[in-house]
């Protein structure tokens, strides 16, 4: 998601609400206390130079029970940041700390922002020699024409 969405989705709220992929809630006094730009500047496995920058919102939760961020601050935070610190419309990543500090991609459904797992991923597989996936198919649950040509069954 993109840093307009979430403003978007926040000027149509009453409260905000993070959820985590096990479907639990960020208790409701957490605080944002970033908002940022990241940059990654890096060289991959294949030897290509690559450059990413995601804007970066760290929530956290203290024992102040009785704080609750409401929507139109943290469209103010935002757009300070965006003033401050030049920041473009980019996707969003989030730290959260669980057991360890997490980095969770966003969403939104309507309701609750989502906070998304994310992978790694080889960005080079055509020159480090890591090989593609075949499709796996069972032949006995196959039928006389359903492996054509230029399916991938075969």
């Given amino acids: 998601m ?3 969405q979430v403003k978007n989705h926040l000027k149509s709220l009453e409260t905000i ?9 960020v208790p409701n006094h957490f605080h944002v206390t970033e908002v940022g730009k990241i940059t990654k500047h890096f060289i991959d496995c294949g030897g290509t130079v690559r450059h990413e920058e995601v804007v970066n919102f760290q929530l956290w939760n203290a024992n102040d029970y009785d704080h609750r961020l409401h929507p139109e601050k943290l469209v103010k935070i935002i757009e300070l940041s ?18 360890t500090i997490g980095k969770y991609g966003l969403d939104y459904d309507g309701g609750n922002f989502l906070l998304t797992t994310k992978a790694t991923d080889c ?3 055509e020159n480090c020699g890591v090989p593609t996936e075949k499709l796996k198919y069972s032949l006995s649950s196959m039928t006389a024409n359903s492996c054509a040509p230029g399916s991938g069954c075969c």
Avoid at 17 to 25: N, R
Avoid at 83 to 97: F, S
């Fill in 2 to 4: 993109k840093l307009s």
């Fill in 82 to 99: 965006e003033k401050v610190l030049g920041l473009q419309d980019l996707e969003i990543e989030v730290e959260y700390q669980g057991e």
């Fill in 123 to 125: 960005l080079a597989r």
């Fill in 17 to 25: 609400a993070f959820e985590l992929p096990d479907g639990s809630l």
